[in-house]
């Protein structure tokens, strides 16, 4: 018993020595004055009727979502002290439906000396025996000095999950002396090939973007492979890594260890220098561990991104009672730290999507879980209705603040599509929709949407399409636009946007948007490109929000098939009954 002792201490002083050595950076913004300032009343005005949040205070990423026993689980990083990030703890809701939410205590929090200074991100794998296991990342110090550590159930017979333990053999993996010990987070789930399992944990070298690549055999013991899975020079800090297969057919959803010929990969990461995630589809190559992306993609900020938004720290996982990937994403607020504070919550996490490899290999496809359908109440409908030039048409009947719409637009011509400027090809595409946004009068567009509007349009928020003539084809922009959202002061109002990648051959483009009193979630054509805002109207709040369809193009475009519907809400995070 005493060698043991000594034996742990050693350990113990030999991880601190490593990490002593390691250069540290800092990562978040700290808020003395606000994050641990109590909550004594949460204002409603911008709250979300449909998307999951806790009653108040803060969250950010969505942590481990796993099923498990007839529930889906979803841990996120919370602030149970105050509505500004904080006091981080794991905190932990469950779901017969994804829709439907019930909230137990938290699952992790600082309780170790391997994890008293953090909990932050982390992941969830099923063992073959049916056990969930949680990886997630510990702070060690006031340095930041981040190590990875295991959590197992304390009563793995619960479906609940309610209590988990963090055994005292953590940490499990900890960065040896060329690893920057402040910029190592965010284990992955794990992935088995020939008996050995497989983690990624993000990080960086100066700018380069990197993830490690960790084996085990027995899933306690790790060792750092060789050579990175995949690093991307000039991409700064990788957070958040996720990587799993899809299938080349078909939109069924993968177990993270299927692998074979019919099967592609997806690496995502979250850049922490721009706040923006981006992916690639590629090769993953067994035998040499690596990650060979397609050459036709970007690999770096101008890459393929699940969301053009507000979108960050997502996480996939695969249901094994549906054989879907579904997709979880944090949305951020636009607003300031003290309205933060002053409102009493921040953040919230959005629909749960479900993800597949669009027929053409190029992306993915992304749309809402069909369970969402179930909070579909009243129904208005608006069949070939006419959009010429300068028109706009109220969608009324429905409650527009807190609304599920889809309609499918047409058009009879791309003749009168505007040329696509050069020039703009080295431009993200944001920056063409703040050039070219919805009022700006075009040949093929822009037409859409103006959702969150008040009656005359002193404030709305539009997501609309623009057709442009390329030299060899037609570009079609997807945007949605937040400048024109809110007469309040000191908000973010961003454009946002991206290209769609569609054959117009029917002349015909799709949109879907969920509307929740201050997010406005976008899916163009059929999810190739989606774009999140959040906005913060003043005047168009609860029964005063309206909701027009609109074209300010020289082309009449038609509005073919509208469907809109006013959204029930769901039950949000009350206490799971004992």
Not at 65 to 81: A, D, E, S, T, V
Not at 201 to 210: A, E, H, L
Not at 269 to 297: F, H, M, N, Q
Request: glycine share 6%; with cysteine.
């Amino acid at each position: 018993m005493a060698l043991l002792k000594f034996l742990s201490v050693l350990a113990l002083f030999a991880l601190l020595f490593v990490l002593s050595n390691n250069g540290v950076e800092a990562s978040h913004k700290i808020y003395p004055r606000y994050q641990s300032l109590s909550v004594d009343k949460v204002k409603q005005i911008h709250r979300t009727g449909y998307h999951f949040q806790p009653p108040k205070n803060w969250i950010n990423d969505p942590n481990a979502p796993l099923y498990y026993k007839g529930l889906y689980h979803l841990f996120y990083q919370y602030n149970p002290k105050g509505a500004v990030w904080g006091n981080i703890v794991w905190a932990h809701s469950v779901s017969k439906d994804l829709i439907n939410w019930e909230s137990l205590e938290p699952a992790i929090y600082p309780s170790k000396w391997f994890d008293n200074y953090g909990c932050w991100s982390g992941s969830a794998t099923i063992l073959p025996n049916g056990e969930p296991v949680i990886f997630y990342t510990g702070i060690v110090d006031e340095n930041n000095r981040q190590i990875q550590n295991y959590a197992v159930p304390a009563n793995s017979s619960d479906p609940y999950l309610r209590e988990w333990v963090k055994p005292d053999d953590n940490p499990i993996v900890y960065p040896d002396p060329s690893v920057n010990a402040s910029a190592f987070r965010d284990p992955t789930t794990a992935w088995r090939v020939d008996g050995h399992w497989k983690i990624l944990i993000g990080s960086k070298r100066r700018d380069r973007g990197v993830a490690y690549l960790y084996r085990s055999l027995d899933f306690k013991k790790w060792f750092k492979a060789k050579h990175p899975l995949h690093s991307v020079q000039g991409t700064g800090m990788w957070e958040c890594p996720d990587f799993f297969p899809v299938t080349l057919s078909g939109e069924e959803g993968l177990d993270t260890s299927v692998g074979g010929s019919n099967v592609r990969h997806v690496l995502k990461v979250s850049l922490d220098l721009t706040r923006y995630e981006y992916y690639t589809i590629g090769t993953y190559d067994e035998k040499k561990d690596r990650y060979y992306p397609d050459e036709a993609l970007v690999d770096g900020w101008a890459g393929l991104r699940y969301d053009y938004g507000n979108f960050y720290a997502s996480k996939t996982f695969f249901d094994p009672s549906t054989n879907r990937r579904i997709l979880w994403g944090w949305a951020n607020e636009s607003d300031s730290v003290r309205q933060d504070k002053n409102k009493g919550w921040a953040g919230i996490q959005l629909i749960p999507r479900r993800v597949w490899l669009d027929p053409s290999g190029k992306q993915l496809l992304q749309w809402p879980v069909a369970e969402l359908e179930k909070l579909r109440s009243h129904n208005v409908q608006l069949r070939n209705q006419k959009l010429y030039q300068g028109y706009h048409v109220e969608v009324k009947g429905i409650t527009a603040a807190q609304a599920d719409v889809d309609v499918t637009f047409s058009f009879p011509s791309l003749d009168k599509a505007e040329p696509f400027d050069p020039k703009w090809a080295k431009l993200d595409a944001l920056d063409v929709c703040a050039q070219k946004g919805s009022k700006a009068q075009g040949g093929l567009g822009p037409f859409g949407l103006l959702t969150l509007a008040s009656e005359k349009l002193e404030e709305f928020t539009p997501v609309f399409f623009r057709v442009f003539k390329a030299a060899d084809k037609h570009k079609v922009l997807l945007c949605s636009d937040a400048r024109s959202s809110s007469l309040g002061e000191g908000l973010y109002k961003p454009p946002f946007a991206g290209f769609v990648d569609v054959d117009l051959t029917d002349k015909k483009l799709t949109l879907r948007s969920l509307i929740d009193h201050s997010v406005v979630e976008s899916f163009g054509a059929g999810g190739r490109t989606v774009i999140t805002s959040r906005v913060y109207p003043i005047i168009a709040v609860f029964d005063k929000a309206h909701l027009f369809v609109f074209n300010n193009g020289r082309e009449t475009v038609t509005v073919e098939n509208l469907n809109a519907w006013s959204m029930k809400v769901p039950v949000m995070n009350v206490p799971v009954k004992s």
